[in-house]
């Protein structure tokens, strides 16, 4: 699997990943992350408490991986947007962007 990288020179260039490991479970694989099985790329906002605790240490910190995914809130399409939702989506905007809270 192909995944993109940028190098410390400002290039991007895609790097082949291998594993032994494959889940469907993101758990299950950053359970093995934290017992030494591995490494990995799990979530900023997962990984966060655990790399302030030193149980787990970054790697390759001078890239950048760029395959950031976005959140988004899906509703079903609707001609008037119910207030609650609105409100709701509203809220989400307002508590994770720009910068989620995870990340500060």
Request: glycine letters at 8%; zero cysteines.
């Amino acid at each position: 699997m192909l995944r993109p990288f940028r190098m410390p020179d400002g290039r991007l260039e895609r790097l082949s990943m291998h594993g032994t490991v494959r889940s469907n479970s993101g758990t299950a694989l950053y359970a093995f992350i934290l017992q030494g099985i591995g490494i990995g790329r799990p979530p900023d906002f997962i990984a966060k408490p655990d790399l302030a605790a030193g149980r787990l240490v970054p790697l390759l910190t001078r890239y950048d991986a760029q395959d950031h995914t976005p959140v988004h809130a899906v509703w079903p399409h609707r001609k008037h947007l119910a207030a609650k939702v609105r409100a709701f989506i509203d809220f989400l905007a307002q508590r994770f962007g720009p910068t989620p809270p995870w990340l500060l």
